[in-house]
């Protein structure tokens, strides 16, 4: 299973999600420290779930990374988030 599935997997598992989104971009990455040519080191996630309601962008945070924390053992180098509830989706 490739890492972007396994991913997707893992935030099925532990979020009750209305929406997410999961985009290997380590291509754009090329040259960067982190990258390793062939390998899905780079990720932008975007996740609309009330799980998130009533916690700040860090709380957020380290509710995903959390999750994640296996996958940044391996050859992961990092992921930018966009996470927000249904009601702040909606005003996006």
Do not use: W
């Not at 971009?25 to 390998?39: A, L, T």
């Amino acid at each position: 299973m490739n890492r972007k599935a396994k991913i997707t997997n893992i935030l099925n598992e532990n979020f009750n999600l209305y929406r997410c989104f999961v985009s290997d971009v380590s291509e754009s990455h090329k040259g960067h420290i982190g990258y390793v040519n062939g390998e899905e080191t780079h990720f932008e996630i975007t996740i609309i779930s009330n799980d998130f309601e009533n916690k700040n962008r860090l709380e957020r945070h380290k509710m995903v990374n959390k999750c994640l924390k296996s996958e940044f053992q391996g050859s992961l180098h990092s992921i930018t988030y966009r996470l927000m509830t249904i009601s702040e989706s909606k005003k996006n």
